[in-house]
């Protein structure tokens, strides 16, 4: 496999008019690698995939996709990178083979390669219902993977998939992740927005997203060590009224993050101290736990820490 | 490119093909509002009814009172002892014809002869059709009775051309036929673009690697050959239902819906990249479409018309269009007028395709 990165993004950035939606941004992606893009809605992800799939040209900064730049308005680009959008790509109103043979088409791919293409991708996804289906009658899950299939017709190198889940029946959800480590195992690289936590702890690495800012990158791992240097806690009050002690506890020294999860609430503290000193006065009745931090305590950091 | 253009051909022609929604308002409500419109728009007055009152034996009366029943615009009414004004009152009739005291041979001979006409002017169209027939009608009988020594109070010198008959469906027809495929044409492009942008396939459909030239085509030729289909349909079913005539070449016609059919569709376009959604592009089609065909001349000349109108008219591509298929139609397609009309419809298609093209791509991104 060769070295050189599949994406090589130094300094992009895309202003709309007065509004810049992707702010000076940089990283690489390597071959073979599950990248995520993670970040509220509006945080400029789908910005930053559009462009790098050549259909928006950047305001500043430069980017190479499998070696190719801008330069001639993204035509190089959109040949070697297979693209789904997060609004339905198929039409509902054509067969399994009308869409697949309009997206052959659309790529003028010579129809015996497109055929074998279908035969290969089909396997991939274990599609086995006939090619004169309607794309309506299909559920939820078949019809992203198929619209999977229809993206990568054409055997890109990099596929950007731009929250390919959503509105998804969960069973269908793992089964698509299932299908994306496949494809990088094939030595693809695969870029991916979400929205959910736990598809994102699956990427091997993540980038935050805020604003149009990058605000963190790393492995799901990295990410919560450095969000996360000290212990944190899980308090269950068991009934007690938690109020007196939250209040208090927001005041303690080495705190980082407080936040609810549903009844009970998570502490993260600069070491082992100040958390031992911070729980003393905890009521009888409630218990303190250590956790590991997930990606969503991470996300809250980061993101939400940051607007407050 | 070729391979591109005919994967979209096929994909749009499935789509709209398919949708039964799309084959009635491309293939039934054509045919349908063309007869309705056909019929319904007719200026030409049938039916009138018309009661005749008159002395025992006056032949002469009896002879003019049978031609207007030949005529074929008049039905006879038969009533009992009514008086003339309740006939009419009464919704009866619509016209009485009352011989003179006497007879109108001897009132004719005193040099007066002159019938009464009794006419039903709450329907003021029918009325002046009343009229205009009866001079008619009064004027041939005038000759017939007296030969050329007769000297008719009034002279009537209309010749009617291409239309004798003045079947008003001869002339309103080709008129609704350019509405209908003008009004097809435009919602049905504006409308398939705002639909895939509403959903997303225009994501997939910009992601691949084409020319904004190609996808513009690839969204736009489809929808030509349908409109060129459209008018074929529409020009077979006027000829089958009102026996409207094609007098001119099959070519001649074929180049005017082309012409037409390219600027209407490039409008569609146009619209549909202003436009957000579908229900957006189906009002901005609306929007073109009436002043559109108000000022076509299709119902309403265009010469009385007030000065700014008439600029504006010069405007309408469908006045255009609908001048060409009378002058193929009926006429047999005289030059002059078609390669004027013709230029100047072609000139408004590549306007509107150009303005198309650059909208178009301006919206790509």
């Given at each position: 496999?060769?070295?050189?990165?599949?994406?090589?993004?130094?300094?992009?950035?895309?202003?709309?008019?007065?509004?810049?939606?992707?702010?000076?941004?940089?990283?690489?992606?390597?071959?073979?690698?599950?990248?995520?893009?993670?970040?509220?809605?509006?945080?400029?992800?789908?910005?930053?995939?559009?462009?790098?799939?050549?259909?928006?040209?950047?305001?500043?900064?430069?980017?190479?996709?499998?070696?190719?730049?801008?330069?001639?308005?993204?035509?190089?680009?959109?040949?070697?990178?297979?693209?789904?959008?997060?609004?339905?790509?198929?039409?509902?109103?054509?067969?399994?083979?009308?869409?697949?043979?309009?997206?052959?088409?659309?790529?003028?791919?010579?129809?015996?390669?497109?055929?074998?293409?279908?035969?290969?991708?089909?396997?991939?996804?274990?599609?086995?219902?006939?090619?004169?289906?309607?794309?309506?009658?299909?559920?939820?899950?078949?019809?992203?993977?198929?619209?999977?299939?229809?993206?990568?017709?054409?055997?890109?190198?990099?596929?950007?998939?731009?929250?390919?889940?959503?509105?998804?029946?969960?069973?269908?959800?793992?089964?698509?992740?299932?299908?994306?480590?496949?494809?990088?195992?094939?030595?693809?690289?695969?870029?991916?927005?979400?929205?959910?936590?736990?598809?994102?702890?699956?990427?091997?690495?993540?980038?935050?997203?805020?604003?149009?800012?990058?605000?963190?990158?790393?492995?799901?791992?990295?990410?919560?060590?450095?969000?996360?240097?000290?212990?944190?806690?899980?308090?269950?009050?068991?009934?007690?009224?938690?109020?007196?002690?939250?209040?208090?506890?927001?005041?303690?020294?080495?705190?980082?993050?407080?936040?609810?999860?549903?009844?009970?609430?998570?502490?993260?503290?600069?070491?082992?101290?100040?958390?031992?000193?911070?729980?003393?006065?905890?009521?009888?009745?409630?218990?303190?736990?250590?956790?590991?931090?997930?990606?969503?305590?991470?996300?809250?950091?980061?993101?939400?820490?940051?607007?407050? | 490119?070729?391979?591109?253009?005919?994967?979209?051909?096929?994909?749009?022609?499935?789509?709209?093909?398919?949708?039964?929604?799309?084959?009635?308002?491309?293939?039934?409500?054509?045919?349908?509002?063309?007869?309705?419109?056909?019929?319904?728009?007719?200026?030409?007055?049938?039916?009138?009814?018309?009661?005749?009152?008159?002395?025992?034996?006056?032949?002469?009366?009896?002879?003019?009172?049978?031609?207007?029943?030949?005529?074929?615009?008049?039905?006879?009414?038969?009533?009992?002892?009514?008086?003339?004004?309740?006939?009419?009152?009464?919704?009866?009739?619509?016209?009485?014809?009352?011989?003179?005291?006497?007879?109108?041979?001897?009132?004719?001979?005193?040099?007066?002869?002159?019938?009464?006409?009794?006419?039903?002017?709450?329907?003021?169209?029918?009325?002046?059709?009343?009229?205009?027939?009866?001079?008619?009608?009064?004027?041939?009988?005038?000759?017939?009775?007296?030969?050329?020594?007769?000297?008719?109070?009034?002279?009537?010198?209309?010749?009617?051309?291409?239309?004798?008959?003045?079947?008003?469906?001869?002339?309103?027809?080709?008129?609704?036929?350019?509405?209908?495929?003008c009004l097809i044409t435009i919602i049905l492009t504006a409308m398939s673009l705002a639909r895939e942008r509403e959903v997303g396939t225009f994501e997939t459909i910009v992601s691949a690697?084409?020319?904004?030239?190609?996808?513009?085509?690839?969204?736009?030729?489809?929808?030509?050959?349908?409109?060129?289909?459209?008018?074929?349909?529409?020009?077979?079913?006027?000829?089958?239902?009102?026996?409207?005539?094609?007098?001119?070449?099959?070519?001649?016609?074929?180049?005017?819906?082309?012409?037409?059919?390219?600027?209407?569709?490039?409008?569609?376009?146009?619209?549909?990249?202003?436009?957000?959604?579908?229900?957006?592009?189906?009002?901005?089609?609306?929007?073109?479409?009436?002043?559109?065909?108000?000022?076509?001349?299709?119902?309403?000349?265009?010469?009385?018309?007030?000065?700014?109108?008439?600029?504006?008219?010069?405007?309408?591509?469908?006045?255009?269009?609908?001048?060409?298929?009378?002058?193929?139609?009926?006429?047999?397609?005289?030059?002059?007028?078609?390669?004027?009309?013709?230029?100047?419809?072609?000139?408004?298609?590549?306007?509107?395709?150009?303005?198309?093209?650059?909208?178009?791509?301006?919206?790509?991104?």
């Amino acid at each position: 496999m060769n070295a050189a990165p599949a994406l090589e993004v130094k300094r992009l950035s895309i202003k709309f008019g007065d509004f810049t939606a992707v702010d000076d941004v940089s990283f690489a992606v390597n071959q073979g690698e599950i990248f995520g893009f993670l970040g509220a809605n509006g945080a400029g992800k789908t910005t930053t995939i559009r462009m790098l799939c050549g259909l928006l040209t950047p305001t500043s900064g430069s980017a190479l996709v499998g070696g190719l730049g801008f330069g001639d308005g993204g035509l190089g680009i959109k040949k070697i990178v297979g693209y789904m959008s997060q609004k339905f790509t198929l039409y509902n109103d054509l067969t399994v083979g009308e869409n697949l043979d309009f997206a052959a088409g659309l790529r003028k791919l010579a129809p015996a390669f497109a055929k074998k293409r279908r035969h290969e991708l089909f396997e991939l996804i274990g599609f086995n219902k006939p090619l004169s289906s309607k794309v309506s009658q299909l559920p939820g899950g078949i019809k992203q993977e198929l619209a999977l299939a229809a993206a990568m017709l054409h055997d890109p190198e990099i596929i950007f998939l731009d929250e390919p889940t959503s509105g998804v029946a969960p069973a269908s959800r793992a089964r698509f992740w299932g299908l994306i480590r496949r494809i990088t195992g094939l030595g693809k690289t695969v870029i991916v927005t979400t929205h959910y936590m736990d598809e994102a702890e699956q990427c091997g690495r993540i980038a935050l997203m805020r604003t149009g800012r990058l605000i963190a990158l790393g492995s799901p791992e990295e990410l919560k060590r450095s969000a996360f240097p000290g212990p944190m806690a899980e308090l269950d009050f068991k009934g007690a009224e938690p109020k007196p002690f939250i209040s208090a506890l927001e005041k303690a020294a080495g705190l980082l993050e407080l936040s609810p999860h549903g009844m009970r609430w998570h502490a993260a503290f600069a070491d082992k101290a100040a958390m031992d000193a911070a729980l003393a006065g905890l009521p009888p009745s409630a218990a303190a736990a250590l956790i590991q931090p997930s990606l969503e305590d991470v996300f809250i950091r980061l993101v939400e820490g940051a607007e407050r | 490119m070729k391979r591109t253009l005919l994967a979209f051909i096929r994909k749009e022609l499935i789509q709209t093909l398919r949708d039964v929604r799309m084959r009635v308002l491309l293939f039934g409500a054509p045919v349908i509002q063309l007869t309705i419109f056909g019929l319904a728009l007719s200026t030409e007055i049938k039916n009138i009814n018309l009661a005749v009152i008159s002395g025992p034996g006056d032949a002469m009366f009896g002879r003019v009172a049978e031609g207007f029943y030949a005529s074929g615009w008049f039905k006879r009414v038969i009533y009992g002892s009514e008086a003339p004004f309740e006939l009419i009152a009464s919704g009866r009739a619509d016209a009485v014809l009352i011989a003179p005291a006497g007879g109108l041979a001897r009132s004719a001979a005193r040099g007066d002869g002159r019938m009464q006409l009794l006419v039903d002017a709450t329907n003021l169209t029918k009325a002046r059709a009343v009229e205009a027939y009866a001079r008619n009608i009064i004027s041939a009988a005038a000759a017939r009775e007296y030969g050329a020594r007769a000297e008719p109070a009034l002279k009537f010198d209309v010749r009617v051309l291409y239309n004798p008959a003045m079947e008003s469906s001869m002339f309103l027809v080709p008129g609704v036929m350019g509405m209908l495929v003008c009004l097809i044409t435009i919602i049905l492009t504006a409308m398939s673009l705002a639909r895939e942008r509403e959903v997303g396939t225009f994501e997939t459909i910009v992601s691949a690697p084409l020319s904004d030239a190609e996808v513009l085509l690839g969204k736009t030729v489809p929808y030509v050959l349908l409109g060129v289909m459209d008018a074929a349909l529409v020009v077979a079913a006027g000829y089958l239902i009102f026996g409207v005539p094609v007098r001119g070449p099959l070519w001649q016609l074929a180049l005017a819906s082309l012409a037409l059919v390219i600027t209407t569709v490039s409008i569609g376009t146009f619209i549909s990249t202003i436009a957000r959604n579908q229900q957006q592009a189906m009002l901005g089609g609306f929007m073109f479409l009436f002043p559109a065909i108000l000022m076509s001349g299709i119902m309403y000349p265009v010469e009385n018309m007030p000065g700014a109108i008439i600029a504006a008219a010069y405007l309408d591509p469908l006045m255009y269009f609908v001048r060409l298929l009378r002058n193929i139609m009926l006429k047999g397609g005289d030059l002059h007028v078609l390669w004027t009309n013709l230029g100047a419809l072609a000139l408004m298609a590549l306007v509107a395709a150009g303005a198309a093209y650059k909208r178009f791509k301006q919206t790509l991104n």
